[in-house]
């Protein structure tokens, strides 16, 4: 259970209810997580609790486009870009395929702290719906923020009709110490297929608290992946729900952390129809004090036989003060399936570390070439040759 048992409050909690504008109810009772409750327990809220999180002024336009300006983006498709919460419509343009709705009120998830932030101080963000039949490109979707002590609350809605498609690119960075906390609502239909390529570089004095809840219809695909590569403290949480048969959800990604850092990779995928699959490859790669968090769940329920899940988190330590928590968890009710977790932690092998030395490549160039040897497996699953080319060219290690 995700709820804490005994609230305390802080002046970050004041902060957020009094922001609420009387939205904040179930905020106020659940409080903020601290590592009493189960699924906080390796991503300690204290520095949430302890700051008065102020509204997000406007950011001009011009100071938008210098933000902008440094971010790695793919030059086709359309692109829309909100800057401290607010959508910058100089900056933003959308393919007549890609057709704005209006926003729509969603699951709650009364139990998840990520969900609860955001429903009590939401922002509407992106609403869109990919008609039938329609493949709809490549589509940017960008978040800066840039200030002090402020916070970000945007909820976006894209929904994919029966066999379209469309490749969104996710990213998110900013300048200053500040918190985002989005949610994104994906509902995909039959036979439709969601590419979700996310980059995660926000400013590493800031904290990142997204959560992606997603509904894949049969043979339809959600195929998503993550590179949180910024933020002082980062979780990207995935609440997703196979719902009919033959769905696909793919939830991968890499971790890159240093100094004292954490980032935190949370998934919960519920098979609720038979014949659906899973897939979860997360690799995290972490030095000096920094921290990684995997927790990653597989629901299957009784009427989901013939399920295919997988879960795999590989940890790659070059630091004796490094850690990594990893908690891949099964449970499952129906008795037809395939299913399967592992977890492995290792250090950079000294016996390739020599022999480059011995070929004279200099030990820093040593060390980058086995730590991206050891994450390309992931990055191949990044079907999307250019936003994988992306991603490779933003990974710091």
């Known amino acids: 259970m995700n709820v804490a048992t005994t609230v305390q409050t802080s002046p970050g909690l004041e902060a957020f209810v009094g922001r609420s504008a009387g939205q904040g109810t179930a905020l106020s009772a659940m409080g903020i997580p601290t590592r009493r409750v189960e699924a906080w327990r390796y991503t300690p809220l204290r520095a949430f609790a302890d700051t008065v999180w102020a509204e997000a002024a406007a950011l001009?336009?011009?100071?938008?486009?210098?933000?902008?300006?440094?971010?790695?983006?793919?030059e086709a498709g359309s692109r829309v870009v909100f800057a401290n919460g607010r959508r910058v419509e100089a900056l933003s343009s959308l393919s007549d395929s890609i057709v704005s709705t209006a926003a729509e009120a969603e699951d709650p998830l009364e139990d998840r702290f990520s969900a609860v932030l955001n429903a009590a101080l939401v922002q509407h963000g992106l609403s869109v719906r990919i008609p039938a039949g329609t493949d709809a490109g490549m589509l940017a979707l960008v978040s800066l923020t840039v200030g002090e002590n402020i916070s970000t609350h945007l909820r976006h809605r894209i929904v994919l009709e029966e066999g379209a498609s469309l490749t969104l690119f996710d990213v998110n960075a900013g300048k200053g110490r500040y918190v985002t906390n989005p949610r994104l609502d994906i509902v995909v239909g039959k036979g439709a297929r969601l590419t979700h390529v996310k980059l995660q570089q926000d400013s590493l004095t800031a904290g990142h608290l997204a959560i992606v809840v997603a509904s894949v219809?049969?043979?339809?695909?959600?195929?998503?992946?993550?590179?949180?590569?910024?933020s002082e403290l980062a979780r990207h949480e995935v609440v997703a729900k196979l719902t009919a048969a033959h769905a696909q959800v793919h939830v991968n990604g890499i971790q890159i952390v240093d100094g004292s850092r954490l980032n935190d990779l949370t998934s919960m995928i519920h098979h609720a129809a038979p014949d659906c699959?899973?897939?979860?490859?997360?690799?995290?790669?972490?030095s000096e004090s920094g921290q990684g968090v995997f927790q990653g769940k597989i629901l299957v329920d009784r009427i989901a036989q013939k399920t295919d899940g997988y879960q795999m988190n590989q940890a790659l330590l070059l630091s004796e003060k490094a850690q990594i928590n990893s908690k891949p968890e099964l449970e499952i009710y129906a008795d037809?399936?395939?299913?399967?977790?592992?977890?492995?932690?290792?250090a950079l092998d000294d016996e390739q570390l020599f022999y480059l030395r011995s070929r004279g490549i200099p030990e820093a160039e040593a060390r980058d070439i086995l730590v991206r040897a050891f994450l390309l497996d992931a990055l191949d699953l990044v079907t999307d040759e250019a936003l994988r080319d992306l991603l490779q060219g933003s990974i710091r290690v």
Request: proline share 4%; aromatic share 4%; with cysteine.
């Open 277 to 286: 699959g899973s897939r979860q490859t997360v690799k995290t790669v972490l």
């Open 60 to 74: 001009s336009d011009a100071q938008a486009q210098t933000v902008l300006a440094g971010l790695p983006l793919p």
């Open 336 to 346: 037809d399936v395939k299913c399967s977790h592992g977890a492995t932690v290792g």
């Open 217 to 230: 219809d049969g043979n339809g695909n959600y195929d998503s992946f993550t590179l949180n590569n910024g």
